[in-house]
């Protein structure tokens, strides 16, 4: 339901004046003439008129003229329809255009959160170790800084004695001119040596600065680092993991050819069992074999095992992206 201020005869009206200058109703020409309304109430007073368009076209007009000109308005009444339904179509292919674009700029947009959601997570543990590092650089120029406001206030503690020295040179400066001289020269000093300190100081704490800065440098090159180092270390594990893949795969073709191996020869020497006593030989040859072949399979299973635990004690760094 339309909620209150543009009201359905408001948007009927500017309908009809669009019509009348050759424009199709669209909600933002409509808002655009109005000058106030939301969309949502705009489309849907929109949507209501083509309803009742659609109800109404197919109603022929009034017949109340002569038949010249009752010939005439049908014909124009179909033309009209005509052009109606021609424009309906194209506001249809439009709509299901737009349509379709959103649905795809919508699925663009969830994936590329998706994308955003695991870069944020694959970055989480390396912004958390350069948070500690900063946090500790934090600290050292926080202590840099109140040792600079002690030195500050010093100063300015300096800087009052001086102007009371000041005062007593004043006071004093009729009762002896040579002693003021000597004085206002010896404060002089005094200033210029807390200048000089003070400009140190100021040099230090631009070193500080600067040393602070170099240190960040080298904290970025070192997380360079560290992700290059993790990259190459996971492409080693992959290629470790590769082998030993490759390596499982020619054991267990190779516990199958002896398992293969072990059956066949069961096979045999069931066939000749019937004629142990004639070949007595022959069947010690072949549990000779049978015993070998029941070592080389015990061998391989023992390998595989290894090769088993091996691969389950392998600790593969986090996959990142």
């Known amino acids: 339901m339309a909620r209150s201020g543009v009201q ?13 200058q050759g424009e199709a109703p669209a909600v933002q020409k409509i808002r655009e003439v109005l000058g106030t309304g939301s969309f949502t109430t705009i489309s849907e007073h929109l949507r209501q008129w083509k309803i009742e368009r659609a109800e109404n076209r197919d109603q022929a007009p009034i017949q109340a003229l002569p038949d010249t000109l009752q010939r005439l308005t049908h014909e124009l009444w179909q033309q009209a329809q005509a052009l109606a339904h021609q424009g309906l179509l194209h ?3 439009e709509a299901d255009r737009q ?19 695991q870069r944020e997570s694959a970055t989480a543990n390396h912004l958390t170790h350069l948070q500690t590092a900063l ?19 010093e100063l300015e503690d300096t800087g009052q ?6 005062d007593l040179i004043a006071q004093l400066d009729k009762q002896n001119q040579a002693q003021a001289r000597e004085h206002q020269q010896a404060l002089k000093d ?15 704490h631009e070193a500080a600065e600067a040393r602070l800065m170099s240190l960040l440098d080298s904290l970025r090159q070192e997380r360079q680092a560290l992700e290059k180092q993790h990259a190459k270390g996971l492409a080693q594990w992959e290629r470790r993991l590769k082998t030993l893949e490759a390596t499982l795969a020619e054991q267990r073709k190779a516990l199958e050819d002896a398992k293969q191996t072990q059956r066949e020869a069961e096979e045999s020497l069931a ?12 069947s010690q040859r072949l549990r000779e074999i049978l015993a070998s072949r029941e ?26 992206y």
């Open 8 to 20: 359905y005869e408001d948007v009927h009206r500017v309908i009809h004046q669009l019509l009348q």
């Open 91 to 93: 506001y249809r292919e």
């Open 99 to 117: 349509v379709i674009d959103a649905q795809k700029e919508a699925s663009d947009a969830l994936r590329q959160a998706e994308d955003a959601r």
């Open 135 to 153: 946090e500790e650089k934090s600290t050292a120029l926080t202590r840099a800084e109140m040792k600079r406001e002690t030195q500050s206030a």
């Open 161 to 166: 004695k001086l102007k009371q020295l000041e």
């Open 190 to 204: 005094q200033a210029t040596r807390f200048e000089t300190r003070l400009a140190q100081e100021e040099q230090r």
């Open 271 to 282: 066939r000749y069992h019937e004629r142990e006593t004639r070949q007595e030989r022959e």
């Open 295 to 320: 070592s080389e399979l015990a061998q391989t299973r023992q390998r595989w095992e290894d090769a088993q635990q091996r691969l389950a004690r392998v600790s593969l760094p986090p996959f990142t």
